[in-house]
């Protein structure tokens, strides 16, 4: 297996770790995000706001296939990447999926020093409910991931034992 879909909540460290394990591995690192960014020459909020989540979700999922091709790399995913479809089936069949379960306390403080526009996030709400319930909903998608992480930072461990997981599948 050649490529690992990082999967998790807004903030859980997907990009961070990506580029961490991309460069221990010696693997190129993808953003979904800037991908689709890139290629649609529109930001994410733009798109958001242009077609609607439905709109944005199917974008996101061409542009997830795309990366199906890709050999060797690391592929942060937008948070609601595993939740739309059929995609965490078909990340499984092309990847290592491996769930970042950052600590909700962890992802709230992130967010909160944050200057990155999320769509799905409102300032008129409690930063604590809006986490707690993307959390809620999207927990039994992320739990079907191969490898599941629990702590806040990708460690020496971590890169090792998804390495020697990679040698088996
Ligand atoms: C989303 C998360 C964002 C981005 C979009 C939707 C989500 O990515 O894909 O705004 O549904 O949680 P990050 O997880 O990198 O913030």
Not at 18 to 23: A, D, F, I, T, V
Not at 39 to 52: A, M
Not at 56 to 75: A, D, G
Not at 85 to 110: C, F, H, K, P, Q
Request: hydrophobic letters at 30%.
């Amino acid at each position: 297996m050649d490529k690992i879909y990082l999967l998790g909540l807004p903030a859980s460290g997907k990009s961070h770790t990506g580029k961490w394990l991309s460069h221990k591995m010696g693997w190129d690192f993808v953003d979904l995000d800037e991908l689709i960014e890139k290629n649609e020459k529109k930001s994410i909020p733009q798109i958001f706001e242009e077609l609607g989540e439905e709109g944005f979700r199917k974008i996101e999922q061409k542009y997830l296939h795309v990366t199906f091709s890709y050999k060797q790399c690391v592929v942060s995913c937008g948070g609601g990447t595993p939740v739309w479809d059929n995609n965490m089936e078909n990340m499984s069949i092309n990847g290592l999926t491996v769930y970042l379960n950052t600590e909700l306390a962890e992802i709230e403080r992130r967010l909160e020093e944050s200057h990155i526009e999320r769509p799905l996030l409102s300032q008129d709400k409690s930063l604590h409910k809006q986490i707690s319930d993307l959390n809620e909903k999207r927990r039994p998608y992320y739990s079907r991931a191969k490898v599941i992480w629990n702590r806040n930072e990708p460690t020496e461990q971590f890169f090792r034992s998804l390495d020697r997981l990679l040698s088996i599948y």
